[in-house]
């Protein structure tokens, strides 16, 4: 694919790839030099919606994979032969890059360049802390809609890597903060109810 393409016209350009059922290595091969930036969009991308479990605790956990690999400075992510050969719906996939596209080509219009220090790829490995927070935020948070504020901080932060652009990367961090407030009162909820049964 196209180095000069947008996040949009990535995700288009995946939706359109040929078959009924499209292979996790096929979509990484796809993202070529942009496979981090990418990969942490497509797994906030379902998180932005109210999903049933077990769809974000699995997002977390392979979005963790992923973050690790960034703290560890590897030039591009290693994902296991077992998940490369998984595949993903061409429906399912092709409904939620519809679901974003209007979202992101708006952001689009308002990203540019900026704050670059935040997006450069020297500032990968701290990104990758802060996406880590996040996936981890994912894995624990309350089911159908506490993982809205934290795919969106995800989406934001990917979009951010991708567009070169500080300011979404800080939005990210912003939406962030408040899904792992939210994450955190369910975690504690759930808790204090352990430890009133059996305490």
Not at 47 to 73: E, H, K, R, T
Not at 121 to 126: E, F, K, S
């Amino acid at each position: 694919m196209s180095s000069s393409l947008r996040t949009s016209g990535l995700l288009t350009a995946l939706a359109g790839l040929p078959g009924g059922r499209i292979a996790v290595g096929t979509i990484v091969s796809a993202l070529q030099d942009r496979a981090y930036a990418l990969l942490v969009v497509l797994l906030g991308l379902p998180n932005c919606l109210p999903m049933p479990p077990p769809i974000p605790l699995v997002c977390g956990f392979v979005l963790a994979f992923v973050a690790i690999q960034m703290l560890m400075g590897r030039r591009t992510p290693w994902l296991p032969q077992a998940l490369l050969k998984r595949s993903i719906g061409k429906p399912e996939l092709t409904r939620a890059v519809a679901r974003a596209l209007p979202a992101l080509t708006r952001l689009e219009r308002f990203s540019k360049p900026r704050l670059t220090m935040l997006g450069g790829a020297y500032a990968v490995p701290v990104l990758g802390l802060l996406i880590l927070i996040l996936a981890l935020g994912l894995i624990l948070a309350a089911p159908f809609i506490g993982q809205i504020p934290l795919g969106l901080a995800v989406c934001l932060v990917g979009l951010g890597l991708v567009e070169r652009d500080g300011l979404l990367i800080l939005a990210g961090a912003i939406f962030g903060a408040a899904g792992l407030l939210l994450s955190a009162g369910f975690a504690y909820a759930i808790f204090s109810g352990i430890k009133e049964l059996f305490f």
